[in-house]
C-alpha cells in the first residue's frame, strides 16, 4: 500500500486529493490500483503521519529507528529528508531461503505446554552464554518436524530451518559437542516433567486420570552388546523381528484420550511380566494412592501380582487381556451363559467367580478380519505345500524349506498334517478338520478378567478397546518420531535420546487433540508438513549510500494454510524488525563457509 495523488483544477488553482492504494494484480498481468482509504486535501505534516515507514534496526548506532524507502532514481522529498532512504531496487536480493511454519507452530506447541518456563528454571546458560534450555528447544522441535541424527541437526538442518530466528540464536546453537552436552543435563529432571505435563493436559483439556493404558515395546541398535554388565541394551524378545540385534525395553502409560503420563526405559532382556509390580509403585509414589483402573493386554499382568492388586488398600482396579489357554478351561461353563448386545456388532458373556469377572466378547468386525487373515495365510501355505511336493530335492533341502514354510505361516501350520518320510524326499498333507472348526469358533472372540463387578459390559468393553490408544502411541514414536536411537553409544545418552522423542511425542499429542474436535482424520503430520511450506526468506535491498537493508520475510499463507491457523485459532505473528547495515559494512551471507 502507497500514498496517491489526483489532480484537480479549480478557480484556476490546482488541487491534490490523496488516498491510500494497494496495488493487485489480476488476470492477463493487469496490474489494478484498489482504493483503501480517500484521504482528501492534506497538508505536510499529515502527508508525513500517513507515509508508510517501516521500523528497523540500525547496527551503526544498535538501536531502532523508523526509516521511508524510495527507489534510487527519485529524490528523498523535503518532509523525509530525516528518515528517507534511497535503495536500488534493481539490486534487490532474495536470500537464504529456509522452513519456518513448522518450526513457528512447533515452538508454539512448546510454549502451549509450558515447556520453555519448565526448561529455563533447571537449565540456566552456562558462564560461556551457552543456552541449554534452547538447545533441548531445538532438538524436541527437530524430532517432531523432520527426525534424524544430532549430527545432520549439526551439519544441515538448523541452516535449512528458522529455528535461529525464532530463538534469537546464531549457529553457535547446534555446535556438535555443545549438542551431546545438552543430553547429559536432562535426565534427572524426567519424574519432576512427568507431574508438570500431567497438571498441563488437565490444563489445556480437562484430562482424567482414572483409567491408565500400560503396554511396552521394544527398540533396536545394530550394534555389538557392551561389556558393561548394567547397560541395558540386551538381547530379548523383539517386537520389530529383529532377535539378531540388542534392545531396551520401553514401557508408557496414558490415558485412554493418548495423553502419556509416564515411561520407564528397561533392559532389552526384561520380561514384560516382571514389569506390572514396579510401575504400580512408581504411579502410587508420585501421584500417591488413588481410585485407578489399570488396562492392559494379556502376558502383562501374573496371577500373583493381581491378587495383590486385589488385597492393596484401597483396592486397584483392572481390567487385562487372558491367554486363550484360559479360555479353554472356562469354555464349558462360558456356553451356558447367554449373549448380551452392548453395541450394534458386539457382544458378550459374563462369568463371575468369588474374586473376578470374566467377559467374553465377540466382535463382527473382528471376526470378519481374524477370518481374512487366516484364510490369506492358509491359501498361501497350502500352494506352497503342493509347490514344494512337484520339487526333485534332496531330504535336507525339503526339510529346510518346510521349515522356512512354517516360519512365514505359523498359524495356518497348525491347521495342517504334514507327514515326512523318515528316508526319503517326500511328505503328505491334509488339512485338519477339526481344528479348523475350533479356529473358526475362536476367531474375533477374546477373554477378559476384571475386578470392577458394578461396571457395565459396555463400558468394560470400551476400557479394552482403548487400549489402541497406546499401540497408536507406540507406532508414532517408532515411525513418525524415528526414536531408535543407533547412533549414540552410551546408554546414558541413549535415555536422553528417548526422554527427548518422548517430549516430541507431547507436541505430537498436544496438535492432535486440537485436531481432533475439527477433523477425526486430520492427522499432526498432515498439519506439520502443511506448515513446513511457509518460507523465510531475507530480502537485501543495497541503498545508494553502500548500507544494506535487509528484510527477513516469512512468506504469504496460502488458502490451506489460513484455513487451518483460522481453525486452530493461530495468530501469526507479525513479521521481524528489519536490520540495516552501518555504515561502511556489507551484509554478508548467513550460511557458514565450507
Not at 489480476?26 to 496490474?31: I, L
Not at 530463538?167 to 551431546?180: C, I, P, R, T
Amino acid at each position: 500500500m502507497y500514498l496517491r495523488f489526483t489532480r484537480r483544477r479549480k478557480d484556476g488553482k490546482e488541487h491534490r486529493y490523496w488516498s491510500i492504494v494497494e496495488s493487485k494484480r489480476c488476470a492477463g498481468g493487469r496490474v489494478v490500483q484498489r482504493p483503501v482509504l480517500y484521504l482528501g486535501e492534506i497538508n505536510d505534516s499529515q502527508r508525513e503521519a500517513w507515509c508508510r515507514v517501516v521500523d528497523a534496526f540500525d547496527e551503526g548506532s544498535q538501536q531502532h529507528r523508523q526509516l521511508a524507502l524510495f527507489p534510487a532514481g527519485q529524490d528523498v522529498p523535503e518532509y523525509a529528508r530525516s528518515y528517507g532512504l534511497q535503495v536500488r531496487l534493481d539490486a534487490m536480493e532474495l536470500r537464504r531461503p529456509r522452513q519456518w511454519g513448522a518450526c513457528w507452530l512447533s515452538c508454539h506447541l512448546y510454549e502451549q505446554l509450558e515447556l520453555d518456563r519448565f526448561w529455563r528454571e533447571r537449565l540456566p546458560d552456562s558462564r560461556e552464554g551457552t543456552s541449554w534450555r534452547h538447545i533441548l528447544q531445538t532438538l524436541v522441535c527437530y524430532r517432531l518436524i523432520d527426525p534424524g541424527s544430532e549430527w545432520r541437526l549439526h551439519r544441515q538442518w538448523f541452516e535449512q530451518s528458522a529455528m535461529g530466528d525464532l530463538l534469537g540464536e546464531d549457529y553457535s546453537l547446534v555446535s556438535k559437542n555443545a549438542l551431546y552436552r545438552c543430553l547429559d543435563k536432562v535426565l534427572p529432571h524426567k519424574s519432576v516433567l512427568f507431574s508438570h505435563l500431567r497438571q498441563r493436559w488437565q490444563d489445556l483439556f480437562g484430562a482424567s486420570f482414572e483409567v491408565l493404558l500400560y503396554d511396552l515395546t521394544s527398540t533396536y541398535f545394530e550394534s555389538a552388546p557392551p561389556d558393561d554388565e548394567n547397560d541395558k541394551r540386551r538381547y530379548g524378545y523383539s517386537r520389530d523381528k529383529r532377535s539378531d540385534c540388542v534392545q531396551v525395553v520401553i514401557a508408557l502409560i496414558v490415558t485412554p484420550e493418548g495423553f502419556p503420563l509416564a515411561y520407564e526405559v528397561l533392559p532389552g532382556n526384561t520380561a514384560d511380566n516382571t514389569t506390572l509390580r514396579g510401575f504400580l509403585q512408581k504411579i502410587e509414589n508420585q501421584y500417591g494412592k488413588a481410585q485407578r483402573i489399570w488396562v492392559m493386554d494379556r502376558g502383562i499382568p501374573t496371577d500373583e501380582v493381581l491378587a495383590e492388586m486385589r488385597q492393596s488398600d484401597p483396592p486397584i482396579s483392572y481390567l487385562v487381556g487372558t491367554p486363550k489357554g484360559r479360555l479353554t478351561k472356562l469354555e464349558k461353563a462360558l456356553l451356558e451363559r447367554p449373549w448380551q448386545a452392548v453395541r450394534d456388532g458386539v457382544d458378550v458373556k459374563l462369568l463371575q467367580d468369588e474374586q473376578e469377572l470374566y467377559v467374553l466378547a465377540r466382535s463382527r468386525a473382528r471376526i470378519d478380519k481374524e477370518r481374512a487373515m487366516r484364510r490369506r495365510k492358509l491359501k498361501w501355505l497350502w500352494g506352497r505345500l503342493k509347490e514344494l511336493s512337484a520339487m526333485r530335492l534332496k531330504r535336507e533341502e525339503l526339510l529346510m524349506k518346510l521349515g522356512a514354510a512354517r516360519d512365514k505361516a505359523r498359524a495356518a501350520w497348525r491347521l495342517v498334517d504334514i507327514e515326512v518320510d523318515p528316508h526319503i524326499a517326500s511328505f503328505s498333507y491334509a488339512l485338519n478338520r477339526d481344528k479348523l472348526r475350533k479356529v473358526r469358533r475362536r476367531e474375533g472372540r477374546y477373554l477378559l478378567r476384571t475386578n470392577l463387578y458394578e461396571h457395565q459390559p459396555e463400558k468394560l468393553w470400551k476400557f479394552y478397546i482403548q487400549l489402541t490408544e497406546i499401540e497408536a502411541a507406540f507406532k508414532n514414536l517408532k515411525g513418525d518420531l524415528e526414536v531408535r536411537p543407533i547412533f549414540h553409544q552410551t546408554i546414558e545418552r541413549i535415555e536422553a535420546h528417548i526422554f527427548v522423542a518422548f517430549q516430541a511425542y507431547c507436541l505430537h499429542v498436544t496438535l492432535r487433540a486440537r485436531l481432533r474436535p475439527l477433523a477425526g482424520g486430520l492427522t499432526p503430520r498432515a498439519v506439520l508438513d502443511k506448515f513446513a511450506a511457509i518460507q523465510m526468506l531475507d530480502v537485501h535491498f543495497p541503498t545508494t549510500e553502500g548500507r544494506t537493508l535487509i528484510l527477513s520475510r516469512y512468506t504469504e499463507l496460502n488458502a490451506d494454510q489460513k484455513l487451518l491457523a483460522s481453525q486452530l485459532n493461530l495468530e501469526m505473528p507479525p513479521q521481524p524488525t528489519p536490520k540495516i547495515t552501518a555504515a561502511g559494512q556489507i551484509a554478508k551471507a548467513s550460511n557458514p563457509a565450507l
